[in-house]
């Protein structure tokens, strides 16, 4: 059973900053490759950002490009999603995902609030 368990988010006001964190639990992190998604009221949930398994290979979403940014610690089984300059269109819930050839796992979802 691989667990995934998101925290770090809240309420910012626009051009605020907030780091969600995923930690794994359950199975061998380095091997899943890794991706924050979001979900906002009434719409479809998208990718936000995503990372290979080794750290080497990463990609955002064009809303997120410059002020988003993905990492990961294998040894601390955590990957970490650092949000900057945040916009109200940001708010969603935010979903940790991990995937291994056909397995693919979900968190609970943290919920990010951007909002004056």
């Known amino acids: 059973q691989v667990n995934l368990v998101e925290s770090g988010g809240g309420l910012v006001h626009p051009g605020g900053s907030l780091r969600l964190s995923c930690a794994s639990s359950g199975t061998i992190f380095s091997n899943y490759a890794m991706g924050w998604y979001r979900q906002a009221p009434g719409k479809q949930r998208e990718l936000v950002a995503a990372?290979?398994?080794?750290?080497?290979?990463?990609n955002y979403a064009d809303s997120v490009k410059g002020r988003f940014t993905i990492s990961r610690d294998n040894g601390k089984s955590t990957v970490y999603l650092q949000m900057n300059s945040l916009k109200p269109e940001d708010t969603g819930v935010y979903y940790c995902?991990?995937?291994?050839?056909?397995?693919?796992?979900w968190g609970q979802g943290t919920q990010v609030t951007v909002s004056s």
């Open positions: 995902n991990g995937v291994r050839g056909s397995s693919s796992y």
């Open positions: 990372i290979s398994s080794g750290g080497g290979l990463i």
